[in-house]
């Protein structure tokens, strides 16, 4: 080694060594403290809580009650139409103050916001998904600053911006504001339009220079090595000499180094990585979701900054190839191509300020629970925390990004596509280091409802008019979002609206993702879900009730009927209930009470969305995804989730696991036949025995028949045709029920039912069913028997927030269940407590 080597390597060595030793060039000091807050125009002034907003906030004070409960919500309206002042006093010491640069940052302002530092102006947000940044270095003072914030009425803004328009748009009283769409209203959310500072404020203190940001890219991966790259933004305030370095603190590759001269400002600097050998990230059901600590570290003259990422080596494309039936539309993870199997993630509140990390590690937890792959995070929302994308990271789950936008047309003013760029790179840059991102996507239903949902006749545009509000579409989805992604994202799929084709048109079965609403909006019954199977269904629901202890929570004893006010305001959908009793007067007997037609919703959207969801997996490789409508609530409410407000599964979300399972069996009826599909997830073939059982309802076994099948990867294969008379031998098929089991030796891979008829035309009998428990180390474990074919068993301990360990199951004379109810709470009286109802019971 020459001498200039040996100089550089041990200049390298003095500071890397000396790292430790230095200060931090990046400081920061959160401004979580201190708040009040006070309606404009007045002089009373009421402790705030930040991050937060004002709903909260005036709930904690006493000043307005609960919107949740009962019909409070209409009670709130006024405060979206208010004006609202936040303030807050701290001091600045002189070390803060020396600072070559200090900045204000708000991670997120909800939403038109006028903000001044010591009585002057500094910013004029108007956008609640952007991260603000204003330097002010020379507008803090040593001793005690003051900082207040005057929120403007996002409706009475709305009003101002359409007023301006010489047309109506579509959804025109939310379109005006880059602001969560759904808390304007929607079919399963109540009104509660916020305001507030709704994420973290801090300053950040800094010198000589600082890492933006990093995207770390896989280039090129091989059994050997993955070859990566970290292209970085540097922010210099003055030329100054640095070194770079990329390293793993678990040692997992090599470090790399790099000598910088920065320029005053920001520099672009890339540098390249390998892992050898590199452990892939996979999704749930597929492999383990391995992941990688990247520690990137800049060493200047007076100190040094560190930036941790989080990383998942993987490939993750979308497929979309010509066939004999139209185009696919598939996702291949490191090649393979995966079943997409999730649901639509709306947020979780209607107030997202309070959201815990815990929460979502609740949400992730059910979603991997029951064999989730993939989340749809909805364009009517918010782009989640990121608390939601790392527990995606780590638990496998594949996200479908959409951008906020949805159900609506948008301006295309100047001003509006410049905060939509800032929103589109503020969250792109945030989000895209994450292995669990697998698609970022324009917007919902946009495309769908400019062409088929009547806008242009109803709203009575001139040609001149539709041309305008297309071509602003068009900027926004065709042009700003992809120009956008091609600078800052150019690795992941776009798909500008979501779905392609509105249901009514053959094309969403043949092509492009789909979304469904035939059965719901259409009043089509279940039984269409087998004929409308599409490539990729990304949108389909029905609803149900929440469970009885949910509805106890908002309700007094008299409001506990189907149509009763308060009911009514927490169903959104303006037929919703009738739609509900319309479905189950066609499948069931009329429930014998409201607490019975809740549990019966249940049941009926249970076994609705199974008939869908089942059809979907059949018919894989054709389809090769299915995220039903939809996962969770922002509140205590009727609607299509399988999770509700408090984290309650419904039953859907109990047979949602069995269906997403990577080996699940289907029996189903078509054209008097009795047909049995196999369906694997798996990478590699799996072979045994599929044996069909035939029982009357006393728990008599009348036939069985066994054969070996096999299980084809990443198929669906049809293994049993049979005419149901000719299987049924003469038995009727008003009391007999099918078991179909698919089996390696003694080890059940899977199983599930089928009953012949109706629950209305079935000749049900009430269960008897004994149980004996015992407890365990998780709390107890419930073994049950019944007497007669027991159907959608629910087990039930008043107001205990445990959890079940399955729930809603059928059972047969004969054979036991045992369940776990997992809880931390002591229940002395569990035994008397325990409440058991099976399907009969409910009529």
Known sequence: MDRKLLFIAGFLLLMFSACEEQQPLVG????????????????????????GCVHTDLMANGIIEDPFYRGNEDSVQWVSEKEWVYRTSFRIDEVEKSHQATELIFEGLDTHATVQLNGEVILNADNMFRTWSIDVSDLLIKG?????????????????????????????????????????????????????????????????????????????????????????EVDA?????????????????ESVSRELSLQSGINQVSLDFEIPEPQLWWSNGLGEPNLYDVHVELVAEDGYDVLKERIGVRTIELVQEDDQYGRSFEFHLNGVPVFAKGANFIPLE???????????????????????????VWGGGIYEDDAFYE???????????????????????????????HEVEDNVVRLRNHASLALWCGN????????????????????????????DYQKIFHELIPEVLGQQDPTRDY????????????????????????????????????????????????????????????????DRSLFSDVMQVHQKHHIGNKTIQTYMDRWYPQPKDFESFVYVSQVMQAEGMADGIAAHRRSMPYSMGTLYWQFNDCWPVVSWSSRDYYGNWKALHYRVRKIYSNLYVSPFLEDDRLKVSLVSDERTSVKGTLVLSLYDFQGELLRQLSEEVEALPNQGVEVTDLALQDFLQGASSKSTVLKAEFLKGDEVLCDNHLFFELPKDRQMEEAEISFIVAQNEKGFEVTLATDVVAESVYLNIPENSGRWSDNFFNMIPGETKTVTFETGEEIPDFEEELEIRSLADAF
């Not at 929607?186 to 600082?210: C, E, Q």
């Not at 479908?400 to 410049?418: H, I, S, T, V």
């Not at 879900?529 to 490539?535: A, E, H, I």
């Open 28 to 51: 920061k000091r959160y401004l979580n403290q201190n708040w009040e807050f006070s309606q404009a125009g007045t002089d009373t002034w009421h402790m705030a809580e930040v991050p």
């Open 444 to 471: 919902n239903e946009i495309q769908n409802g400019w062409l088929d949902w009547g806008w242009q006749k109803r709203l009575g545009y001139s040609e001149d008019d539709s041309t305008q509000i297309w071509s």
């Open 391 to 421: 527990l995606c990271d780590e638990n496998g789950i594949m996200v479908w990004q959409d951008f906020m936008f949805a159900c609506a047309m948008y301006p295309g003013d100047d001003r509006f596509l410049e905060t939509v760029r």
């Open 350 to 376: 209607s107030f997202p300020s309070r959201l815990t990390r815990e929460d979502y590690e609740s949400a992730i937890s059910d979603a991997v629970k029951a064999n989730f792959n993939m989340l749809r």
């Open 237 to 253: 305030i003055q030329p100054a000499n640095a070194t770079l370095k990329i390293s793993s603190p678990e040692g997992a590759f």
């Open 495 to 558: 798909w500008p609206s979501s779905p392609s084709y509105g249901w009514g048109h053959e094309e969403a079965l043949t092509q492009g993702d789909n979304h469904y609403w035939g059965v719901w909006w259409g009043m089509e019954p279940f039984s269409m879900y087998r004929k409308k199977v599409s490539r990729f269904m990304s949108e389909f629901g029905f609803q149900a009730f929440p469970p009885w202890e949910t509805i106890k929570s908002f309700t007094l004893e008299e």
């Open 144 to 232: 005690e600053n003051h900082l207040e914030i005057l929120f403007h009425s996002p409706e009475e803004y709305n009003t101002r911006q359409a007023a301006k328009l010489p047309y109506v748009l579509p959804e025109d009283e939310r379109v005006h504001s880059r602001k969560a769409p759904y808390q304007f209203g929607w079919d399963w959310g109540p009104r509660l339009i916020t305001s507030g500072i709704w994420k973290p404020v801090y300053l950040r203190f800094w010198n000589h220079a600082r890492i933006d940001n990093a995207f770390i890219k896989t280039n090129k991966i091989s059994d050997d090595k993955a070859v990566l790259s970290a292209d970085l």
